[in-house]
């Protein structure tokens, strides 16, 4: 399967022997890791593209050559990480809210594996510098909806669909509106630290927006 | 009612007539001014104390002598500006959520409201420029949680009480946990600009989580 996202050399293709595809690779994910560790350290207005190389081991023409900004490279590390994760997942590198007929626990489970990634603190620091810079920045908030969050929340678009189908969620509902009633709590935990983001809030949000706050 | 929020200046006391009290008045309001549209146009982390004193055309130490940093500074003028909307509202400085007995209509009237103040264009900059720098730096995330979000979502709490004594919010739910289903879906698409944030999905929003996503 052809990855269409990963970056190709500008010059020399009667290079690309399996060899130089190996560094290429290396190089990219040096790139990712380098670009990940220096926004968490310095943040995202500090973090240059000649810090990212410098910490890489690589020339900045190497990563002005495959990306046009810092924000590229930062939003395709991030990319990058979740097909990794889904790889080890053995999904084959597509993520799907599962379907056992529950859907309570359904959403349990993709929500408290939500809360464990907003917390993992590897990551937590340079995803809170991209979501921060985005918010105040239209055209990188928009590529990081674009390509990192939209497509995550379409899993639940389908999920919700498939409820629908089987009975389970109210028909007149639209699924893009009822699925942030399941997501924005933990975001909004999450980025503003109101309340600690535990396993056991993200069950009481799916309980409390499965059967509603008023009365049955 | 005394205003314990009120900055006094730590010397001549006994110089204390109306007019100092005006002044001090007009200053403290054109120092909130500076600080909110400095913060709008350049970001939060390029705003400094001598910038926010230039512009209000008062001196540096009088910012110092009443405030111990910028984040004090932004946080009080966006809890003024609360306090003069409530003024402006007749509401005498405290807000609440109405109780007209239709718990619906209620929250659609406070939410649409919540829309209309996050998408002013007066403020919307220095707003996001504020909640972004407390997504990076949970001391200030912790000022603005404590000083100015959580106070507001204490009126939901208390609104959230008098439905479950009203039998029209399940007794069992926290309301503490139930408010996010409502105040995080707006937040969520006012800080990542997913889709519009209008009446209507305020609308929909309360309609969804009153409801719940599961037929009854």
Do not use: N
């Not at 593209?49 to 990306?67: F, H, L, N």
Request: charged share 25%.
């Amino acid at each position: 399967m052809a990855d269409t996202r990963t970056p190709e050399p500008a010059a020399k293709p009667a290079a690309r022997t399996p060899d130089t595809t190996r560094r290429s690779e290396r190089s990219r994910r040096a790139i990712y890791d380098a670009a990940l560790s220096l926004v968490g350290e310095v943040g995202y207005p500090k973090t240059t593209i000649e810090g990212i190389a410098a910490r890489a081991g690589v020339g900045k023409q190497t990563i002005y050559r495959w990306w046009p900004s810092k924000a590229a490279v930062l939003l395709e590390a991030f990319l990058d990480l979740g097909e990794r994760a889904a790889e080890a997942a053995g999904a084959g590198g597509d993520y799907e809210i599962p379907d056992t007929g529950d859907l309570a626990a359904d959403l349990k489970t993709v929500l408290r594996a939500t809360v464990d990634e907003l917390v993992d603190p590897q990551y937590e620091a340079p995803s809170r510098a991209l979501t921060a810079a985005g918010i105040v920045d239209p055209v990188l908030g928009a590529e990081f909806v674009e390509k990192l969050l939209e497509p995550s929340l379409q899993l639940y678009v389908k999920r919700l669909r498939a409820a629908q189908e089987a009975g389970d969620v109210r028909p007149d509902l639209d699924p893009r509106v009822a699925l942030e009633l399941l997501v924005a709590p933990l975001a909004h935990r999450w980025l503003l630290r109101t309340l600690p983001l535990t396993h056991a809030y993200a069950d009481a949000v799916v309980d409390c927006a499965l059967g509603g706050l008023t009365p049955r």
